[in-house]
């Protein structure tokens, strides 16, 4: 198994720059020459990363011929996931790689002309894939990069979460990054393996929040309510509530915990928390009564002014489960919080 991987993922907004972590993993654009064609919303893009020895997996169940070749197939899929998964967190664009099936298309192609495409007499079934034949994926090392792009730009955290977060929403504009992010990794790459198994579970649902809520937004509400618990419920791992003296159950609600995690990690300020409780308000809601969101199908009978409202309040949530998890990984490192509750 070599050291250093070439691959390619895809974007829905353009990268334009590079962005490096330390002598971890690497992103740049893939070059306009291999897009022959230009008419596209998948943007694809290299990731270089390295396999350390930690990151290694030995499959416990193989066949012993193929042991080798399963344990790299592995190891390099998890390490890459979970590459896309970080980015995914700290930017509010979206990373991605192809899952490896087709689909029925139309056979349509930019260079055809009218005529042709009138022409077509079905359907075929096609596989998600980008290939070129000019492109090399074989490495030994990170290519340098430097010399034909620029460092991504970088912006002030909050400016960055806070204001107009784009959430590929907007796909003229290009790729940026919060100035948190090299931060943010070095505590990741820092975490214990116990800390890394719940971080990583807890990232892995902050991603399916954004991939989810646009089409099922309900379900992606519930997994950014599921991440921001996963890191809520690792910090009080050590708590032991005083438990009532009739029942024996403990007297700490959840509710109130949900709300001083909340309030220790996202913010205190005037307004907090009583949003914080309407939002734990609105996650019993759907856990417990099936309630879904009236912008989720394809027609309701909203105004523009309670469409807006609820889908500020998506954002609001997604961005909850960003920001849990981020500041989780931040602030300890910054001795400005414990990792767990005393």
Same mark, same amino acid.
């Given at each position: 198994m070599k050291d250093i991987y070439k691959t390619i993922i895809f974007t829905k907004t353009p990268l334009k720059s590079y962005f490096k972590y330390e002598n971890e993993f690497q992103i740049?654009?893939?070059?306009?020459k291999y897009l022959e064609t230009k008419k596209h919303r998948h943007y694809p893009i290299f990731l270089e990363f390295k396999l350390n020895?930690?990151?290694?997996?030995k499959p416990q169940f193989s066949i012993k011929e193929f042991e080798e070749q399963i344990s790299e197939?592995?190891?390099?899929?998890?390490?890459?996931?979970?590459?896309?998964?970080?980015?995914?967190?700290?930017?509010?664009?979206?990373?991605f790689k192809y899952k490896i099936?087709?689909?029925w298309v139309l056979?349509?192609?930019?260079?055809?002309?009218?005529?042709?495409?009138?022409?077509?007499?079905?359907?075929?079934?096609?596989?998600?894939?980008?290939?070129?034949?000019?492109?090399?994926?074989?490495?030994?090392?990170?290519?340098? /990069?430097?010399?034909?792009?620029?460092?991504?730009?970088v912006i002030e955290y909050s400016e960055y979460y806070q204001n107009e977060p784009n959430y590929d929403y907007d796909q003229t504009?290009?790729?940026?990054?919060?100035?948190?992010?090299?931060?943010?990794?070095?505590?990741?790459?820092?975490?214990?393996?116990?800390?890394?198994? /719940?971080?990583?579970?807890?990232?892995?649902?902050?991603?399916?929040?954004?991939?989810?809520?646009?089409?099922?937004?309900?379900l992606g509400i519930l997994s950014a309510f599921t991440s921001i618990e996963t890191v809520m419920n690792f910090y009080y791992k050590n708590y032991k509530p005083e438990l009532c003296k009739e029942c024996g159950q403990p007297r700490y609600k959840i509710s109130k915990r949900y709300?001083?995690?909340?309030?220790?990690?996202?913010?205190?300020?005037?307004?907090?928390?009583?949003?914080?409780?309407?939002?734990y308000s609105l996650r019993s809601k759907i856990v417990h009564t099936g309630f879904s969101f009236s912008t989720e199908p394809f027609w309701n009978e909203l105004t523009e002014k309670e469409h807006d409202a609820e889908f500020v309040t998506i954002l609001e949530i997604v961005m909850l489960s960003k920001l849990s998890v981020i500041n989780y990984l931040i602030l300890p490192s910054l001795s400005k919080k414990n990792k767990h509750h005393t």
């Open positions: 740049y654009p893939v070059e306009d020895e930690e990151d290694k997996i197939t592995a190891t390099i899929q998890t390490k890459q996931d979970k590459i896309i998964n970080l980015l995914n967190l700290f930017s509010t664009f979206t990373f099936e087709g689909n056979p349509i192609t930019t260079k055809m002309s009218k005529e042709e495409i009138s022409e077509i007499d079905g359907s075929e079934f096609l596989y998600n894939h980008f290939l070129h034949k000019g492109i090399n994926l074989d490495i030994i090392e990170f290519t340098e /990069v430097s010399n034909q792009y620029k460092p991504i730009k504009k290009e790729i940026t990054l919060p100035n948190n992010i090299i931060m943010g990794l070095r505590a990741y790459f820092n975490l214990s393996t116990e800390e890394k198994r /719940v971080i990583d579970s807890a990232i892995k649902y902050s991603c399916l929040s954004m991939e989810l809520m646009e089409d099922k937004t309900t709300l001083d995690f909340l309030l220790d990690f996202i913010g205190n300020g005037d307004g907090f928390k009583k949003k914080f409780n309407n939002l």
